[in-house]
Nanobody, 120 residues
Framework: QVQLVESGGGLVQPGGSLRLSCAAS????????MGWYRQAPGKQRELVAT???????NDADSVKGRFTISSDNAKNTVYLQMSSLKREDTAVYYC??????????????WGQGTQVTVSS
């Protein structure tokens, strides 16, 4: 069983910064990619940023230049450094691990989500 545990969400003023972390645990042999998605009230879940095990990143246009995704493969951990936060960044942020190899199984996993609220 694979578990993803997120941390770092909270309340921040517009223009502020937050850093999210997500650690994957379990009998993990490899992970192809990890990433962050978000879902605002009344909206569909959307991609924020992803990073592969070799460091290839993909960012949503709405966060380019403001958010930076990084990872520590040895710790199966992904980070999201968020700067210049805007009210429209308010959402529940979900971590995702893609193509996780455990034993002989490959699966995709989601974290439980962490709330980010940007408000004055």
């Amino acid at each position: 069983q694979v578990q993803l545990v997120e941390s770092g969400g909270g309340l921040v003023q517009p223009g502020g910064s937050l850093r999210l972390s997500c650690a994957a645990s379990g009998s993990i042999r490899s992970i192809y990619a990890m990433g962050w998605y978000r879902q605002a009230p009344g909206k569909q879940r959307e991609l924020v940023a992803t990073i592969t095990s070799v460091g290839t990143t993909n960012d949503a246009d709405s966060v380019k230049g403001r958010f930076t995704i990084s990872s520590d493969n040895a710790k199966n951990t992904v980070y999201l450094q968020m700067s210049s936060l805007k009210r429209e960044d308010t959402a529940v942020y979900y971590c995702r691990a893609e193509s996780v190899l455990t034993g002989t199984r490959i699966g995709n996993y989601w974290g439980q989500g962490t709330q980010v609220t940007v408000s004055s």
